[in-house]
């Protein structure tokens, strides 16, 4: 399959239909002589989820950091719940979050303390009640007052997710949320994001390497490549194109630069 065949979702205005939550119109990044993120387009509906993917390096958390505002781009437009960012990322940014394993909160503060400050960052009301609703739902009680830094990586990913939540956000984005969580907790996460997005109609991004995940969470794949959007589709959609059963097939396909076996 050729980068022309599969990127039919190209446009701003492709994918699910429906009010907006991220619109992305040619957006490029250039690091010195490197394009991070190289002309990117999609258009991703209110109340849906979907998977971004791909290797190191693809792009993946550049393209996340602008939609946040967080990095400006280089050209191209971003908005959020129609609004630019990041000229106006005041109108958004309560109204949405970002949980990563990877980005650590401070050490010596324990998870109340933590949950409390960035609850107070997003004026959330009631906020004792709602930090002890997120430990009952994340089973965060047993440590709720004991320093982060004194956590396991699997503890840190639920208080992560539980930061993530604390303001009850419209557009979660999320960067391998189940990351270092054995099965079961994984799979428990996996239930309690569904339910989430089903009672709050909220929409969700996911960046992930765990493709099991994706299939189930996600309505829509964009698998990204040296800063490219290589395909954009449903799970089944993308695994049909490449005749295979499996999105960890696919995304070894494009990983490795092999044509899709469909199209040999």
Not at 26 to 51: M, Q
Not at 251 to 263: H, N, S, T, W, Y
Request: contains cysteine.
């Amino acid at each position: 399959m050729t980068r022309g065949d599969a990127t039919p979702a190209q446009s701003p205005a492709a994918g699910p239909q429906g009010p907006a939550a991220i619109e992305v119109a040619h957006l490029i990044k250039l690091y010195k002589t490197t394009r991070a993120v190289d002309d990117i387009s999609f258009r991703i509906a209110r109340g849906s989820v979907t998977g971004l993917l791909g290797g190191n390096g693809a792009g993946k958390t550049t393209t996340i950091a602008m939609i946040m505002g967080l990095v400006l781009p280089t050209s191209g437009r971003v908005q959020v719940l129609g609004h630019a960012m990041p000229e106006q990322s005041a109108e958004v940014l309560g109204r949405m979050n970002f949980e990563s394993p990877y980005v650590d909160m401070p050490m010596r503060l324990t998870v109340r303390q933590n949950l409390t400050i960035f609850g107070r960052l997003y004026a959330v009301e009631n906020l004792a009640e709602r930090i002890e609703q997120l430990a009952s739902d994340l089973d965060l009680k047993d440590f709720l007052d004991r320093a982060n830094g004194k956590l396991s990586a699997g503890q840190k990913t639920r208080v992560a997710l539980a930061k993530a939540l604390i303001n009850q956000p419209e557009l979660l984005l999320l960067d391998e949320p189940t990351a270092s969580l054995d099965p079961d907790t994984a799979d428990w996460v996996r239930q309690h994001l569904q339910d989430y997005r089903r009672t709050h109609d909220a929409t969700i991004l996911l960046a992930s390497h765990n493709m099991l995940e994706v299939e189930r969470l996600c309505d829509r794949v964009i698998i990204m490549k040296r800063g490219r959007i290589e395909d954009d589709g449903s799970p089944d959609q993308i695994m049909a194109r490449y005749n295979r059963t499996t999105l960890e097939d696919v995304f070894l396909d494009v990983a490795r630069g092999r044509m899709a076996e469909a199209a040999r």
